[in-house]
């Protein structure tokens, strides 16, 4: 049971296509006859399956398998549920078509959530390396959580990047004034694209600063975010060289500058940008006006290296005959 659940929920099996093709149908299936058997031996008891941030399957091959394999779904015995968190998604309909499920929607600005998000600010805000930085901008610690509660409005994820971005200047001496930015009196972006758009900034400023030069973002940045931005899953440290025409080492420093952003998802030293609001800021011309990407060109990129590994469309791809393309 433990087995099944695991594959159910776990990311990193959703993304992958090795398992998408063992059916998640299938899986849930399986865990019919084990609650029926429970619900006759402990009618009290319950299995509460989780399946987090249903909308990121839209950058996962999983997509039409998991939507259409708790659409399908059997009845299920009463002491069985599935508790489903998505950002409202048009492909949602077709999950609350179901006639037995419930649409719970979650109050940002509730009084709970904001319990909760105090309590992670709290518990995540660095001890005794922050002190110093605060005191030099005249704040409290108490008051500078006020205000990041403020700024989130409920949003945990803005918080979230806010406190990954305090302890990451920390660590590098060299961002400490970027740490002591956010901290100040009017540091903290209004909202998540304004709080993303002051990252962007952020990074650009750093790699010009790092020896990559004035045209660092036309000419790695670009490039490396354009490509993890239209990606559909995660892509190997070859295929960003192969997409990207970044040299290996050159690719290794971005990828540690951007860590905050980008994500490493398993051994593979496969990579992806870390929340899809990321990927979708960066492609909106609106929300990203300074740094624009368009995901055209990108998509186009990816393509074109593929028919040229395989020999060119020209040539009616030799190559899809007798090599492997990783």
Same mark, same amino acid.
């Given at each position: 049971?433990?087995?099944?659940?695991?594959?159910?929920?776990?990311?990193?099996?959703?993304?992958?296509?090795?398992?998408?093709?063992?059916?998640?149908?299938?899986?849930?299936?399986?865990?019919?006859?084990?609650?029926?058997?429970?619900?006759?031996?402990?009618?009290?008891?319950?299995?509460?399956?989780?399946?987090?941030?249903?909308? &990121?399957?839209?950058?996962?091959?999983? &997509?039409?398998?998991?939507?259409?394999?708790?659409?399908?779904?059997?009845?299920?015995?009463?002491?069985?549920?599935?508790?489903?968190?998505?950002?409202?998604?048009?492909?949602?309909?077709?999950?609350?078509?179901?006639?037995?499920?419930?649409?719970?929607?979650?109050?940002?600005?509730?009084?709970?959530?904001?319990?909760?998000?105090?309590?992670?600010?709290?518990?995540?805000?660095?001890?005794?390396?922050?002190?110093?930085?605060?005191?030099?901008?005249?704040?409290?610690?108490?008051?500078?959580?006020?205000?990041?509660?403020?700024?989130?409005?409920?949003?945990?994820?803005?918080?979230?990047?806010?406190?990954?971005?305090?302890? &990451?200047?920390?660590?590098?001496?060299?961002?400490?004034?970027?740490?002591?930015?956010?901290?100040?009196?009017?540091?903290?972006?209004?909202?998540?694209?304004?709080?993303?758009?002051?990252?962007?900034?952020?990074?650009?400023?750093?790699?010009?600063?790092?020896?990559?030069?004035?045209?660092?973002?036309?000419?790695?940045?670009?490039?490396?975010?354009?490509?993890?931005?239209?990606?559909?899953?995660?892509?190997?440290? &070859?295929?960003?060289?192969?997409?990207?025409?970044?040299?290996?080492?050159?690719?290794?420093?971005?990828?540690?500058?951007?860590?905050?952003?980008?994500?490493?998802?398993?051994?593979?030293?496969?990579?992806?940008?870390?929340?899809?609001?990321?990927?979708?800021?960066?492609?909106?011309?609106?929300?990203?006006?300074?740094?624009?990407?368009?995901?055209?060109?990108?998509?186009?990129?990816?393509?074109?290296?593929?028919?040229?590994?395989?020999?060119?469309?020209?040539?009616?791809?030799?190559?899809?005959?007798?090599?492997?393309?990783?």
């Amino acid at each position: 049971l433990l087995g099944i659940l695991q594959c159910l929920v776990d990311q990193d099996a959703v993304a992958d296509r090795r398992h998408v093709h063992l059916g998640h149908l299938h899986r849930i299936r399986c865990l019919l006859d084990p609650a029926q058997l429970l619900y006759q031996t402990d009618p009290e008891a319950r299995i509460v399956v989780l399946v987090d941030a249903l909308d &990121e399957l839209r950058y996962s091959p999983a &997509e039409e398998d998991l939507l259409r394999a708790l659409c399908e779904m059997p009845d299920m015995p009463p002491n069985l549920r599935f508790v489903v968190t998505s950002r409202p998604e048009r492909f949602l309909d077709r999950l609350l078509g179901r006639f037995d499920a419930r649409e719970l929607p979650l109050a940002m600005r509730a009084d709970e959530n904001r319990r909760d998000l105090r309590a992670y600010a709290v518990s995540n805000l660095p001890n005794g390396r922050l002190d110093p930085v605060l005191a030099a901008e005249n704040r409290t610690r108490a008051g500078f959580v006020r205000d990041l509660l403020d700024r989130a409005d409920g949003n945990f994820l803005y918080l979230r990047s806010v406190l990954r971005a305090i302890e &990451e200047g920390l660590a590098v001496p060299q961002k400490a004034r970027q740490v002591r930015a956010l901290v100040g009196e009017d540091g903290l972006p209004g909202d998540l694209d304004a709080l993303y758009d002051y990252f962007l900034a952020s990074i650009v400023d750093w790699v010009k600063r790092s020896g990559f030069g004035p045209a660092s973002w036309r000419q790695v940045l670009r490039p490396l975010l354009g490509t993890l931005a239209v990606a559909r899953e995660p892509l190997s440290e &070859e295929q960003l060289v192969a997409f990207t025409d970044l040299d290996i080492e050159d690719l290794g420093d971005l990828l540690r500058e951007l860590r905050q952003f980008v994500e490493p998802v398993d051994a593979r030293r496969a990579y992806r940008i870390y929340h899809t609001s990321f990927a979708e800021y960066l492609l909106d011309a609106e929300s990203n006006a300074d740094y624009r990407i368009d995901g055209r060109k990108w998509h186009g990129r990816i393509a074109d290296s593929y028919l040229n590994a395989w020999g060119g469309l020209e040539s009616s791809l030799p190559g899809l005959q007798q090599a492997e393309v990783r």
